[in-house]
Every structure is written in structure tokens, then in C-alpha cells.
């Protein structure tokens, strides 16, 4: 697997979410590479079935040799993002890196859906990701005249891709991951002259998270899955600049890491004997 060598001393990212999983993933590695890391999560207290909370991952990440800052609080909230943004300043003197994470997944078709699962959908991921993005721009302005920096929006979500078989099972889901990646179209055309860099990042196949073993028959989909150090890796090398695939892009954690020259991702698997199972929307 690749590991990242180029620096983020003194660069801070805001990721929403980053408790456990995926986020957690790339919280640890960019921390790695010495960034300053503000989560912004609303797990204060310890989970009846899913281990981590904003503080044990802000704790992973001082272990890690970044800095972190745990802001408690709720994505869906505007008073709570901006707190998180004021406090990540406040801090670490601005904001170089937006990584937008947190996200919320019902797969029920629409007919079977409830109303309440569809909105914690859209405000979580659809409006969720364009708040958090929005109320950092002036940062990451003012961080893209630094230093000939780059500053990065970077949003886990897929490539849109309207062929109707990605709606008819899970239409509200579909349509909260694609406006995510919808963010990422618009704000890679209006901060382009800033510059900042805006690209969506997505695995090609399941990710092994302790939300996936906790769904029913989870368990058996693990030997199948990939773990998240593989989206952990894609992202530093977007964010670190080591790939350098512009902006604008739907991209994949493979699509990223063979831009680092890496083909081989056999380390990454579960179970490298099990066959991979693809991803959700691939």
C-alpha cells in the first residue's frame, strides 16, 4: 500500500463526522502526515453497538502526530457548523481542507420509506455537505493565496450516473449521495478561481466499517470488503497533492492510488482469498 509522504504541518481539515469508520480512516492519516484535525461529530457518548466518539477519534489523532479538536455538534444544525468553523480558526488560525464524511443510509425503495429516514437523508448528506462546505469558503480562500497552495473540498460521495437502476431500489438514498456529488460540480466551477480544488471520492468496493458488520448479515459481507485505510489513502494523496487529477472529478479510491503509481491493492482486502464485492452505485 501507499504511504504518503508529503507534509500537512500546519494545514487544518474539517471533516464532518470521522467517529469511526471511514472518516476515522482518513482523520488518522492526514494526521499522520502532520495536519491539524477539527471533527465535527455529534457522537458525545459512546454507542450502544458502534465503538468511537469524537473524543476517542480526536485522541487517534494526537496519537497519530497530528493536533485534534473535537467539536461536538450536529451537522444539521447552521449554529453548530459555525461553531465548528469558528473554533477550527479560532484554534488553528483557518481552515485548508473540507472533507465532507458524514452521511446517513436507509436502502428501503421509496414505498417502503419513511418520510422521517428521507429527510435525516437530505439534511445530513445533501444539506449537510453544502453547509459545512459553504460556511468554510472564506477560509479556504484566503488559504489558496498561501504558499502556493491549493485548498481542497473533498466530499465522499459517487458519480452520478442516471441510469434508472441506481433509483428504482433506493430512491432516496440515491438522491442524497448524488447531491452530494452535485456540490461538488458547482463548487469546483465557482471556486475555481480561488483556486480551491472540489472533487468527490468514492471505493469501488465495499469498505469493511463497523457499520456494515452491524447491519443484518453484515458480518458475511466483511470477507468480501476492502478496509477503509484504501479511501484513508486516496484521500491524503488528493488532499497532500502527491495525485494530482485536477478538480471537478468523480474519482475513485483505485483511480487515485494508480495515480501514485500504485496497482496493487491486494494488501487493502479483508480477506485476499475472498472475491471483492463492488460498491453500492459501481
Known amino acids: 500500500m501507499t504511504q504518503t509522504t508529503a507534509s500537512l504541518t500546519s494545514k487544518t481539515v474539517l471533516i464532518s463526522g470521522g467517529s469511526r469508520g471511514i472518516g476515522h480512516a482518513i482523520a488518522v492519516k492526514?494526521?499522520?502526515?502532520?495536519?491539524?484535525?477539527?471533527?465535527?461529530?455529534?457522537?458525545?457518548?459512546?454507542?450502544?453497538?458502534?465503538?468511537?466518539?469524537?473524543?476517542?477519534a480526536a485522541a487517534d489523532v494526537e496519537a497519530a502526530g497530528g493536533q485534534g479538536l473535537a467539536v461536538v455538534g450536529d451537522i444539521r444544525n447552521d449554529?453548530?457548523?459555525?461553531?465548528?468553523?469558528?473554533?477550527?480558526?479560532?484554534?488553528?488560525g483557518g481552515i485548508d481542507v473540507v472533507v465532507n464524511n458524514a452521511s446517513a443510509i436507509d436502502l428501503r425503495p421509496a414505498e417502503q420509506q419513511e418520510m422521517k429516514r428521507y429527510d435525516l437523508m437530505q439534511d445530513i448528506n445533501a444539506r449537510g455537505s453544502f453547509a459545512l462546505s459553504r460556511a468554510?469558503?472564506?477560509?479556504?480562500?484566503?488559504?489558496?493565496?498561501?504558499?502556493?497552495?491549493?485548498s481542497k473540498?473533498?466530499?465522499?460521495?459517487?458519480?452520478?450516473?442516471?441510469?434508472?437502476?441506481?433509483f428504482a431500489k433506493n430512491l432516496g438514498y440515491t438522491m442524497s449521495k448524488y447531491a452530494m456529488s452535485?456540490?461538488?460540480?458547482?463548487?469546483?466551477?465557482?471556486?475555481?478561481?480561488?483556486?480551491?480544488m472540489v472533487n468527490s471520492l468514492w471505493p469501488v468496493t465495499l469498505i469493511a466499517t463497523e457499520a456494515v458488520r452491524n447491519i443484518p448479515g453484515g458480518k458475511n459481507l466483511v470477507p468480501g470488503a476492502r478496509r477503509p485505510e484504501i479511501v484513508a489513502e486516496a484521500a491524503a494523496?488528493?488532499?497532500?497533492?502527491?495525485?494530482?487529477l485536477g478538480s471537478g472529478n468523480f474519482l475513485t479510491d483505485e483511480q487515485v492510488l494508480k495515480a501514485t503509481g500504485i496497482t496493487d491493492f491486494t494488501n487493502y482486502a479483508v480477506d485476499p482469498s475472498a472475491e471483492l464485492l463492488p460498491d453500492f452505485f459501481l
Do not use: C, Y
Open 30 to 56: 492526514l494526521a499522520a502526515a502532520g495536519a491539524n484535525i477539527v471533527l465535527l461529530a455529534k457522537t458525545d457518548q459512546p454507542h450502544p453497538t458502534l465503538p468511537g466518539t469524537v473524543h476517542t
Open 79 to 92: 449554529e453548530d457548523i459555525a461553531r465548528a468553523v469558528d473554533s477550527a480558526s479560532a484554534r488553528f
Open 153 to 166: 473540498i473533498l466530499t465522499l460521495s459517487p458519480p452520478i450516473n442516471l441510469d434508472p437502476k441506481w
Open 237 to 244: 494523496a488528493l488532499i497532500t497533492g502527491e495525485a494530482d
Open 136 to 150: 468554510a469558503i472564506p477560509h479556504l480562500r484566503t488559504s489558496a493565496q498561501q504558499d502556493g497552495w491549493d
Open 182 to 196: 452535485m456540490t461538488t460540480i458547482g463548487l469546483a466551477a465557482e471556486l475555481a478561481d480561488a483556486p480551491v
